[in-house]
């Protein structure tokens, strides 16, 4: 199939992958063009699961807090992107990471240009876009994580996190 070799090509070529997030950040993002949001993560992974041998589903996990309003739209979407950008876009994301749409819309204030493509929003300016069929997502349960983690993330009762896994179905590298 032609999304799966798609897929694959990205796969092959070298990437940072554990910079890509928790360095470079990335803008999560679900909804249409006409009502949709984002949030920058600086927590997610790439890998495959729940295929035959050999013939696994690649997939982008990303983490998401309830406190987001973008879980909002990760929740009600059967499609989410994930993309990456050069530094010059790091206020943008720092924007995006701070404001939230609850209180105007917040992608007015960056430079970045919403684009819609195969049932989510994607980013003229991104470098990197993974665009995601949702296929899990669950909220973390707070008694099966580490006490350090729980200590030193989840301070003062605040709820865990929601994983979202997603079957990469399209891969849009510009670099």
């Known amino acids: 199939n032609k ?5 694959m090509e990205f796969f092959d070529k070298k990437y940072e ?43 982008a996990t990303i983490y998401i807090h309830p406190d987001r309003y973008t879980h909002k739209y ?19 994301l720092g924007i995006l990471g701070t404001k939230s749409k609850r209180d105007g819309d917040k992608f007015a204030l960056t430079s970045l240009t919403p684009v819609e493509k195969c049932n989510t929003v994607i980013f003229e300016e991104a470098n990197l876009t993974f665009i995601c069929k949702k296929i899990y997502y669950e909220q973390f349960n707070a008694k099966n994580i580490a006490p350090d983690v729980l200590v030193n993330i989840y301070t003062g009762g605040k709820e865990p996190h929601f994983q979202y896994i997603g079957e990469i179905v399209e891969v849009i590298d510009k670099r």
Not at 3 to 7: A, D, G, Q, T
Not at 19 to 26: A, H, S, T, Y
Not at 28 to 46: E, K, M, Q, V, Y
Not at 74 to 88: A, E, G, H, I, R
Request: aromatic share 18%; proline share 0%.
């Open 3 to 7: 999304n799966r070799r798609c897929v």
């Open 74 to 92: 990760l929740q009600s979407n059967d499609y989410f992107s994930v993309s990456f950008f050069d530094k010059k876009y790091k206020a943008d």
């Open 17 to 59: 992958i554990f910079k890509m997030f928790n360095e470079d950040w990335g803008l999560a993002t679900a909804g249409n063009i006409h009502d949709f949001d984002g949030c920058t993560i600086s927590w997610g992974s790439l890998g495959d699961v729940w295929g035959e041998i050999d013939n696994g589903r690649y997939i």
